[in-house]
Nanobody, 124 residues
Framework: QVQLVESGGGLVQAGGSLRLSCAAS????????MGWYRQAPGKQRELVAS???????NYAESVEGRFLISRDNAKNTVYLQMNSLKPEDTAVYYC??????????????????WGQGTQVTVSS
């Protein structure tokens, strides 16, 4: 069973920083894209940042220039460095990974796996 384990959430003051980590473990053939989503109270879940296996990144406009996503393919880990945090960044953050658990040649498809979510709270 594939598991995504997150760490690094917490409470910070506006202008502060946090670094989220997410490590994928279990039996898998390949991890394709990895990313971070968030859901704030009263809002829909939204993509924060993603990174492909080749290193191409994508950011939500609201975090562009403040957040940095990176990954360590050897460790099956994705990171989200969050700087200049604002109260509006407060949300539950979810790690996501697009994974081929089995080789496509034996019928393995691509599926999304999710972390349990970690709370990020930014005080004003």
């Amino acid at each position: 069973q594939v598991q995504l384990v997150e760490s690094g959430g917490g409470l910070v003051q506006a202008g502060g920083s946090l670094r989220l980590s997410c490590a994928a473990s279990g039996t898998m053939f390949r991890i394709n894209a990895m990313g971070w989503y968030r859901q704030a109270p009263g809002k829909q879940r939204e993509l924060v940042a993603s990174v492909t296996s080749g290193g191409r990144t994508n950011y939500a406009e609201s975090v562009e220039g403040r957040f940095l996503i990176s990954r360590d393919n050897a460790k099956n880990t994705v990171y989200l460095q969050m700087n200049s945090l604002k109260p509006e960044d407060t949300a539950v953050y979810y790690c996501n990974a697009d994974i081929n658990k089995r080789p496509p040649s034996v019928g393995g498809g691509r599926y999304d796996y999710w972390g349990q979510g970690t709370q990020v709270t930014v005080s004003s």
